[in-house]
């Protein structure tokens, strides 16, 4: 079997990444989590529980309420669970504060969220179905949510899945200057090597910037 996967070797599923921006800017324009209904909130929260974390969808479920721990920077969730890309337990991810960004602050949608579903959260369980009988959601209904909005915010599905968020998530980070011991941190990589393999890909589409970058001094 070895020797079958060597001359057959998994290849990463995406040459390039689309530009986190997109789903930025699309959920910065959904609003502030107070002036959002309860199904936007629980999937903008999703995406940017994501974008924050470069985590996989398969961490948002075992998120849970009695393991989180609100700080003078933001929040803290500690899984307790073994994940599938880490090697021990107590996993924590860090969520900084934005209060000058509500419309994109993870944080302020957190503490939202947890006071909408206080009155019908019999879970500690932290993301819950917008649907009675709002019980925990798994990775399938994640990411159909996922699909849905990636759609919706003009990302290609016939090319990306939800999992590509972490992907786009570490490739902005590292654009806006994060040193790659931060984002391998973050994300929970186990190497250097295992992120730039799988994960470590060019932006895809840059839309009209360059164009207009050459043409600036003739429009």
């Not at 940017?48 to 974390?53: K, P, Q, R």
Request: overall charge positive.
């Amino acid at each position: 079997m070895r020797g079958v996967r060597n001359q057959s070797p998994h290849a990463p599923k995406y040459s390039s990444i689309w530009d986190a921006d997109i789903l930025l800017s699309y959920l910065q324009n959904l609003g502030n989590p107070q002036d959002l209904d309860i199904k936007t909130l629980t999937v903008k929260l999703t995406a940017l529980l994501l974008l924050s974390t470069a985590h996989r969808v398969q961490t948002l479920p075992t998120l849970s309420i009695d393991n989180l721990l609100f700080t003078e920077e933001g929040a803290k969730f500690t899984v307790f669970e073994k994940l599938k890309h880490t090697k021990s337990k107590g996993t924590e991810l860090i969520l900084k504060s934005f209060p000058d960004s509500p419309a994109l602050c993870v944080v302020q949608h957190l503490l939202t969220y947890l006071k909408c579903t206080k009155p019908i959260r019999s879970s500690p369980r932290l993301l819950l179905s917008y649907q009675k009988p709002f019980h925990p959601v798994g990775t399938q209904t994640l990411g159909r949510w996922l699909r849905i909005l990636l759609h919706d915010a003009g990302i290609n599905l016939q090319v990306f899945g939800p999992h590509s968020i972490r992907a786009a998530s570490s490739a902005a980070a590292k654009r806006g200057g994060a040193q790659i011991d931060t984002i391998l941190k973050a994300g929970s990589w186990a190497s250097e090597s295992t992120y730039a393999k799988w994960y470590e890909k060019p932006i895809s589409n840059q839309g009209t910037a360059f164009q207009n970058a050459v043409m600036s001094n003739f429009i």
